[in-house]
Nanobody
Framework: VQFVESGGGLVQPGGSLRLSCAASGFSFSTYIMSWYRQAPGKEREWVALISSGGDSTGYRDSVKGRFTISRDNAKNTVYLQMNSLNPEDTAVYYC????????WGQGTQVTVSS
């Protein structure tokens, strides 16, 4: 099982980024997928999830209305569109299965700063 996250970077407050996560080594289309993040000095936290078919999503309260999770089962890829970013969103972002989590990828750094 492998996850390769990409799309992070430095963005000003109010800006947007789209993260991608390419998954391999398992039957991607049968798993609920999630994004997680870990800010400096803090525990890793769950951010969003999407059902195996992509028809149901869920978000932590602090990102509701700003982040959108989506997936492309043909490409074994899950995405996170992040809008109206603020400095509290600064973290390394990871994807993984929502249950039966596998080893973590390297993540992608998101830094929100002016």
């Amino acid at each position: 099982v492998q996850f390769v996250e990409s799309g992070g970077g430095l963005v000003q407050p109010g800006g947007s980024l789209r993260l991608s996560c390419a998954a391999s080594g398992f039957s991607f289309s049968t798993y609920i997928m999630s994004w997680y993040r870990q800010a400096p000095g803090k525990e890793r936290e769950w951010v969003a999830l999407i059902s195996s078919g992509g028809d149901s999503t869920g978000y932590r309260d602090s990102v509701k209305g700003r982040f959108t999770i989506s997936r492309d089962n043909a490409k074994n890829t899950v995405y996170l569109q992040m809008n109206s970013l603020n400095p509290e969103d600064t973290a390394v972002y990871y994807c993984n299965r929502y249950t039966d989590r596998a080893s973590w990828g390297q993540g992608t750094q998101v830094t929100v700063s002016s």
